[in-house]
């Protein structure tokens, strides 16, 4: 069958522009190699990387189709599904280079500032405050399974491309590097598991700059869920903070309370509790005063709040979800 393909071509020093090539191939064919055909067959100038061509090195990673993924693990057929291509229309394939990397040229990215991040989280087990045994430091199958999920990691930049936070945070490390983070907190040996939890503890470059919105889970090839892997780590700071700690923290557990106590967020509450801390954060107060003065000004500031319906039953959904979170915890100690 015929596959049109849009490459987004372009150099550091010329603007991005749409190549088109006709391919013939089979609806089995991986995107790699329909790639690998234009280059060795129309234009050998078309630049991409490519190594494994079996999703084990995470070089051929790319946006196809306006999602970041493996080039040799998607074909034409589960493209065309993805896209509703009717049968008998000729598929299009829409290819460009990862987001939030600069491109060096055509598909090729500079990857520097991916592990430039990955750094930040020194990514390395740590064992300089142990007596270093005989041979290794062993470890239970149990043990290893706690990171199994972030083990898969093969470093594509496939969510990192995606991330929104990263997108507008220059400081935010990213999902790659937050998933390896959790990788070492859950792993036995390391023995710097506090100062990394106060490190990854940040509201711009760790955790909690972090906007949740799910990308970096769907397009994982890997099945590594970077953001359930944050959200742990959120859960052991959460855990082990007081409200008083930091605004995020004081975020998420004045939210809990508020949704027990009347099923919905009493929004003045929450800002005064969370940005004016208790009113003990007087420039938090300032910032939001206008706001509040605005939205009085124009009839929106709520002036009573009634509990939602159904309020108790959402007290009694969140006594459940702590309940069986506890059962968990002490089935997994
Ligand atoms: S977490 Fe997944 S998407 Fe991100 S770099 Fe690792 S394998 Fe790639
Ligand atoms: S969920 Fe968080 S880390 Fe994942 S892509 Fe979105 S903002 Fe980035
Ligand atoms: S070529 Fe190695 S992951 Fe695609």
Redesign the pocket.
Known sequence: MQIEFQILRQTPDTAPKLDRFTVEADSSETILSCLNRIKWEQDGSLAFRKNCRNTICGSCSMRINGRSTLACKENIAGEMARLGTASGETPTMTIAPLGNLPVVKDLIVDMKPFWDDLEKVEPYVSTSSRQLPEREFLQSPDERAEFNATGNCILCGA?YS?????EVNPNFVG?HA?AKAQRLLADDRDDRREARLESFDNPDSGVWG???????NSVCPMEVS??DR?SEIKGEILDRSTKDDSRPIRHRKVLLELVEEGGWIDERKFSLQVIGNYFKDLQGLLDIAPLGLRMLANGKFPVRFDPSEGSAEVRGLIAAVKAATQATTKAGA
């Open positions: 969510c995606e991330c929104n936070a990263k999902p937050l972090c906007t949740r919105c799910y990308y970096c970077p953001l944050i």
